[in-house]
Nanobody, 124 residues
Framework: QVQLVESGGGLVQAGGSLRLSCEVS????????MGWFRQAPGKEREFVAG????????SYADSVKGRFTISRDIAKNAVYLQMDSLKPEDTADYHC?????????????????WGQGTQVTVSS
């Protein structure tokens, strides 16, 4: 059984930083695309960032470019999201995803594997 488990969420003041981690068990995603989505209360799920198996190709939502950095550790079968200069509008439940297409789709339905999520709250 494939499991994606996120950690690192919490409450932070605007301008602060958090680092989210996602550890995968049950399958190796070394050559697959992994990423992060978020969902704020009452809103649709939103693509945040993605990273290819080689760890070089990345993609970011315009709303987080220059503030968030996605990375991965192939050996640990893990993906990370460094979030800096956080804003109240970044408040959401953040989900790790895996197995998406090579071209980094923003469509949630095309990512077959999802974690349960970790809550990030940014206070003003």
């Amino acid at each position: 059984q494939v499991q994606l488990v996120e950690s690192g969420g919490g409450l932070v003041q605007a301008g602060g930083s958090l680092r989210l981690s996602c550890e995968v068990s049950g399958r190796t995603f070394g050559s697959d695309v992994m990423g992060w989505f978020r969902q704020a209360p009452g809103k649709e799920r939103e693509f945040v960032a993605g990273i290819r198996g080689n760890g070089v190709g990345t993609s970011y939502a315009d709303s987080v470019k220059g503030r968030f950095t996605i990375s991965r550790d192939i050996a640990k079968n893990a993906v990370y999201l460094q979030m800096d200069s956080l804003k109240p509008e970044d408040t959401a439940d953040y989900h790790c995803v895996a197995g998406g297409p090579y071209y980094f789709t923003v469509s949630p339905s095309l990512w077959p594997y999802w974690g349960q999520g970790t809550q990030v709250t940014v206070s003003s």
